[in-house]
């Protein structure tokens, strides 16, 4: 009998966010699949279970693995499945990539293994565990979504705001692209992976009259919260968040 394979949302950063059916998946899957981003490590890497991991360096890169090893300690055990899963833009080679990493996974789905692949927030967005899904369930084999807290509506909360009333529309943009279209649209901005566009982003909004909040590493131990644009610095990391509505 073939495995399955999940894709986990973990949430964004706060271990107490991860949902029961989240740990009741982990628990019972045969191998966590842990994306790993940065230029040293390409290729899949397995790793069999154990009392501790021997690829410790990999684990630290991976902010999904943090949350869970948190909430479901008995995780470290588990076996493991490293994944490349680099930040970049050029599509052709990282269809290559994703493709080796799915036929890697694929190989212990054949032997009858079941695989949880844990991704931030939630795996409907913006999460490279879709890659791989996608050509999973082409190859035939049986995949499932595990719902995760998302970061916007986590970062909503750290503010004590609203995302949304009444009639207002809610656009979720990533905002190295089309910054200025975006920002012209109709109600709630929720601004993703912004660190890099900080500058612009604040240039914009103050010419605008608009209102803007910030959520750096939101759950995480290095959380920082950010209300107005003057205090949000130029330089942030690549896990910031920006919620912009027009002021009332």
Same mark, same amino acid.
């Given at each position: ?8 949302? $973990?949430?964004?950063? %706060? ?5 029961? &059916?989240? =740990? ?20 899949? @890497?397995?790793?069999? *279970?154990? *009392? $501790?991991? #021997?690829?410790?360096?990999?684990? *630290?890169?991976? /902010?999904?693995? &943090? ?31 994703? %493709?080796?990493?799915?036929?890697? /996974? /694929? ?7 079941? +695989? /949880? ?7 409907? #967005?913006?999460?490279?565990?879709? @890659?791989?899904? !996608? ?8 995949? =499932?979504?595990?719902?995760? #807290? ?26 190295? @692209? ?9 109600? $709630?901005?929720?601004?993703? &992976? ?10 914009? =909004?103050?010419?605008?009259?608009? *209102? +803007?909040?910030?959520?750096? !590493? ?19 990391? @690549? ?10």
């Amino acid at each position: 009998m073939k495995g399955r394979f999940y894709v986990v949302g $973990t949430g964004p950063g %706060d271990p107490e966010l991860l949902t029961i &059916k989240a =740990v009741r998946i982990l628990r019972e899957s045969d191998i966590i699949a842990i994306p790993v981003s940065g230029a040293d490590f390409s290729g899949t @890497y397995y790793e069999e *279970e154990k *009392e $501790t991991a #021997v690829r410790e360096e990999l684990l *630290e890169r991976c /902010a999904a693995w &943090k949350i869970v090893r948190q909430a479901v300690p008995e995780l470290e055990k588990k076996a493991k499945l490293y994944l490349s899963m680099p930040m970049m833009k050029q599509k052709d080679i990282l269809r290559n990539i994703h %493709d080796e990493d799915a036929k890697a /996974a /694929a190989g212990w789905l054949e032997k009858g293994k079941t +695989i /949880a692949f844990i991704t931030l927030g939630d795996p409907s #967005v913006y999460s490279t565990g879709m @890659y791989l899904h !996608h050509r999973i369930k082409e190859w035939g084999f049986d995949t =499932v979504m595990v719902p995760g #807290v998302p970061s916007f509506c986590a970062a909503a909360a750290r503010l004590d705001m609203e995302i949304a009333k009444n009639r207002e529309e809610i656009h979720i943009i990533p905002a190295s @692209y089309g910054l200025k279209e975006s920002l012209s649209l109709p109600g $709630t901005k929720i601004l993703m &992976k912004a660190g890099k566009k900080l500058p612009d982003v604040k240039e914009e =909004v103050r010419s605008r009259g608009m *209102e +803007i909040c910030m959520v750096e !590493h939101c759950g995480m131990e290095q959380e920082r919260i950010y209300r107005s644009a003057e205090g949000i610095p130029d330089e942030a990391s @690549y896990y910031s968040l920006l919620i912009v509505k027009e002021e009332e």
